[in-house]
């Protein structure tokens, strides 16, 4: 299989002239060569290191944060993130003012055993 997706990837190369076809399935084929590449690998191994699969996220996802920290939002995502928002407000307004009981009264209903 390895050696179609390496004929694939060398023709998308060759016409495009993008290396990174090929380079992707090189990855890969290095990855079954030295299983210590294998990201199942590198997770279990940070399990072992983080002593277990929780401590290992954490560390995992504090260290992907520091990373995105370090990359600012351009002016026009953060303009249509705020824009986002400020939509999703309206509507929240616009469905809490057609509600036709207050919160109090809908939760006892909904609790109510049927």
């Known amino acids: 299989m390895l050696s179609e997706l390496t004929e694939v990837a060398a023709f998308l190369s060759a016409k495009t002239g993008n290396q990174a076809y090929t380079e992707a399935v090189e990855t ?3 990855k079954l060569k030295n299983t210590c590449l294998l ?3 590198q997770l279990l191994e ?3 290191t983080d002593q277990g699969f929780q ?3 954490l560390t995992l996802s504090k260290e992907q944060q520091a ?5 600012p939002l351009s002016d ?4 249509e993130f705020k824009a986002k928002a400020e939509h999703s407000l309206q509507e929240q307004t616009e469905i809490e003012a057609a509600d036709k009981v207050d919160f109090d009264t809908f939760l006892k209903e909904y609790l109510k055993p049927q």
């Open 55 to 57: 401590n290992a996220m």
């Open 39 to 41: 990201p199942s690998v």
């Open 67 to 71: 990373e995105w920290m370090t990359m």
């Open 76 to 79: 026009s995502l953060t303009n």
């Open 28 to 30: 890969q084929i290095q």
């Open 46 to 48: 940070r399990c072992k």
